[in-house]
């Protein structure tokens, strides 16, 4: 029955205290009750109870520090954040991430245990978000409805086109149960304390995170507009046939109707460098208009508003108070980056270099040769930042200083409405990595 589960309306009281944190059994009463209303706001019923603890945040961190990854995963990894010149090449970027995770995470649910932990920043006496708690339950109910093991999230555009309607759902459905938690159920909600720290401690570093940040800014405006069109049975028929970019969700009249070109880069190698193929996932990286605007975003960041090539005021969506908006924060809309039809990044290695000297291309296609022209201004303007100097008797190749982290040879072609970002340790290298790049001028 919709709004009732294991002996809980969804409007009832539960008796708990949360001042000294949950016990077993009042966890129990909070998550059925939970349960309850998320069927009650979704119209759609839990097959099955879901386990749920709750942790501080040191022990989620010491649980992430134990998890390992394979080395040419890593180094895929390393290439894919170097392309978008946000980790230099020298630092592990599966390290950064897992550190941005234990600073922002508040819980999540783990498809594989069929179950949900929810991280607490109290640590003697952990105490339950009712809100985090709502959206980890929907992740649950989505999976039962509609099997997360269904979805293609093999690259990151493709697990952000995804996150688009599974976070925007999520964060929709939070977002009403707040509404609720503040008037039909005010009172009944476990909610933080104004006075609890809602921060869990500084990034390592805001790029990976703007860009991962992506389907839960602009997925719940997309997700929302859908319901109110279609009702919830047209946000359900999303997760069979889901956005097929980030370029849906952020341009939501583009959507189902643009879909992305299919972009190939063949394998134009010598000289000893060779394609990396990591086990267990596509040999190419995808970042959709989501990764590369969220490269031209970063500078912004990361030089403390010195040198942007986005203006930060053009990032932030804000109220009329000028606070940004809870529901929809961020813009992730920009000239250089409109436009967008496809990517794909391709890592190369050699035995004859250093493990992390590297080459790659970074092939994208645009909707225009002016969307693709407006992309390669930007990208100048990145090199420009990096202190990139160009090379003398060399068409469209420029070299970074190595004291940047980003010390390395380019070539940038643009052919119409295609550019090919070719990188390589050294000048000499770049039509190594791949032939007829860095002619002569």
């Not at 991280?119 to 339950?137: D, V, W």
């Not at 970002?421 to 039509?431: F, G, H, Q, R, T």
Request: charged content about 25%; some cysteine.
């Amino acid at each position: 029955m919709l709004g009732w589960e294991d002996g809980y309306w969804y409007n009832e009281t539960v008796n708990v205290t949360r001042d000294d944190g949950l016990n077993d059994s009042e966890l129990d009463a909070v998550v059925s009750r939970s349960m309850a209303r998320v069927e009650k706001i979704r119209g759609l019923e839990f097959d099955k109870k879901v386990p749920v603890k709750v942790i501080s945040r040191d022990q989620f961190r010491s649980e992430q520090s134990r998890q390992t990854t394979s080395p040419e995963r890593t180094l895929f990894d390393n290439v894919k954040f170097e392309a978008l010149m946000m980790i230099d090449e020298s630092t592990d970027s599966i390290a950064v991430q897992t550190k941005n995770s234990g600073s922002s995470v508040g819980g999540y649910y783990s498809p594989e245990k069929e179950s949900i932990v929810i991280i607490s920043n109290n640590q003697s006496s952990p105490k339950m978000n009712e809100i985090t708690l709502s959206q980890e339950l929907f992740h649950a109910l989505q999976d039962q409805k509609f099997g997360f093991d269904s979805f293609d999230q093999s690259t990151r555009e493709r697990h952000n086109a995804i996150d688009g309607v599974v976070e925007g759902d999520g964060n929709y459905l939070d977002y009403l149960y707040e509404q609720r938690c503040n008037n039909a159920w005010k009172g009944t909600c476990l909610m933080r304390d104004q006075s609890e720290n809602g921060g869990a401690g500084q990034l390592a570093n805001i790029g990976p995170y703007l860009l991962k940040f992506q389907p839960y800014s602009d997925g719940p405006p997309f997700v929302k507009q859908i319901h109110q069109e279609q009702g919830w049975e047209g946000v359900n028929a999303l997760y069979e046939n889901p956005p097929a970019s980030t370029e849906q969700i952020i341009h939501p009249k583009k959507h189902p109707a643009d879909e992305p070109a299919q972009i190939t880069v063949q394998d134009r190698t010598s000289n000893g460098w060779e394609r990396l193929k990591p086990e267990g996932r596509p040999n190419f990286g995808e970042v959709g208009e989501a990764g590369i605007f969220s490269m031209f975003m970063y500078p912004a960041y990361e030089s403390q508003g010195g040198a942007p090539i986005i203006p930060p005021n053009q990032f932030i969506n804000r109220d009329s108070e000028g606070n940004p908006q809870e529901f929809n924060p961020l813009n992730y809309r920009s000239t250089p980056t409109e436009g967008w039809d496809g990517d794909k990044i391709v890592a190369y290695t050699n035995d004859n270099t250093p493990r992390n000297e590297t080459g790659y291309v970074f092939k994208t296609k645009w909707d225009s040769k002016q969307d693709a022209t407006e992309f390669v201004d930007a990208y100048k303007k990145l090199l420009n930042y990096r202190n990139a100097e160009q090379v003398d008797g060399r068409q469209n190749t420029w070299t970074v200083p190595d004291s940047t982290g980003f010390g390395d040879a380019f070539y940038v072609q643009q052919n119409g409405d295609t550019v090919v970002i070719v990188n390589a340790p050294k000048v000499s290298d770049l039509s190594d990595v791949r032939s007829g790049s860095a002619p002569q001028a």
